[in-house]
């Protein structure tokens, strides 16, 4: 008997899924109602279809599976002056409104610049904020740096052009405004800017692009200019 109301239980649960569309595909992204719901607010850009970030998000996620189940990556204890300036913070523990996972860059060894998603600013918060924000529910924090002292120019241009910075969250292919940002974007930027476009692989050169969390590591290693993994906080 338990067995039946068990199975007529998930029966109905399915059927009611399938008739009002709420839930993401088997793939995990948003409905195409909460796209359109999120366009309509202003958070996603005109120029974005929902097929365009549905396929970054699944090239995301195969990103995150590998950069979770990498042996290259091993514990660090975790300490404000761990961080220097311009290490790349990337967490897959997201807020609700999150897309990709999220990713921030430290300013200095105590100060951490991100936009958390739709409705928020720019924010600095300190990488105790930070780790108690996004280290829970068995989710990782994971912390590159740059070669050759490279990051202080991007922490530098970050500080200059976000903090106290009225910019809105909204996700777009132009990568090269300041009024409109999220949280990849304003670290692909932090190194465009601040560091020179030069020294950046061909295929984060363009300014046109939608850039995911995940994906700042994939392009920034593809070619000389490379980043470290120092360890996951």
């Known amino acids: 008997?338990?067995?039946?109301?068990?199975?007529?239980?998930?029966?109905?649960?399915?059927?009611?899924?399938?008739?009002?569309?709420?839930?993401?595909?088997?793939?995990?992204?948003?409905?195409?109602?909460?796209f359109n719901s999120l366009k309509q607010e202003g958070y996603i850009g005109d120029d974005v279809s929902y097929e365009a970030l549905k396929e970054i998000y699944v090239e995301s996620k195969e990103l995150e599976n590998y950069l979770e189940n990498s042996d290259l990556f091993y514990?660090?204890?975790?300490?404000?002056?761990?961080?220097?300036?311009g290490d790349i913070l990337i967490t897959n523990s997201t807020d609700s409104?999150?897309?990709?996972?999220?990713?921030?860059?430290?300013?200095?060894?105590?100060?951490?610049?991100?936009?958390?998603?739709p409705g928020y600013k720019p924010l600095v918060v300190s990488p105790e904020w930070f780790e108690d924000n996004y280290s829970d529910r068995g989710s990782w924090i994971k912390v590159y740096r740059s070669r050759d002292n490279i990051g202080r120019l991007a922490a530098q241009?970050?500080?200059?052009?976000?903090?106290?910075?009225?910019?809105?969250?909204?996700?777009?292919?132009?990568?090269?405004?300041t009024h409109e940002t999220y949280c990849s974007k304003l670290v692909w930027q932090a190194?465009?800017?601040g560091?020179?476009?030069?020294?950046?692989?061909?295929?984060?050169?363009?300014?046109?692009?939608?850039?995911?969390?995940y994906g700042l590591m994939e392009g920034f290693n593809d070619g000389s200019y490379t980043f470290d993994y120092l360890g996951q906080l």
């Not at 109301?5 to 409905?31: E, K, P, R, W, Y």
């Not at 514990?75 to 300036?85: A, K, Q």
């Open 1 to 34: 008997m338990f067995k039946k109301f068990i199975s007529l239980l998930l029966s109905v649960i399915f059927s009611i899924s399938l008739l009002t569309n709420v839930l993401a595909d088997d793939t995990g992204f948003m409905t195409l109602e909460e």
């Open 75 to 85: 514990e660090v204890p975790f300490s404000t002056d761990y961080l220097y300036r």
């Open 97 to 117: 409104s999150g897309f990709f996972g999220h990713s921030a860059i430290a300013l200095n060894s105590y100060e951490i610049l991100h936009i958390q998603g």
């Open 157 to 177: 241009w970050a500080e200059r052009t976000y903090r106290n910075s009225g910019a809105s969250y909204k996700i777009t292919f132009d990568l090269s405004t």
């Open 191 to 193: 190194y465009y800017y």
């Open 195 to 213: 560091v020179g476009k030069e020294v950046m692989p061909p295929a984060l050169q363009t300014t046109s692009n939608l850039i995911s969390p």
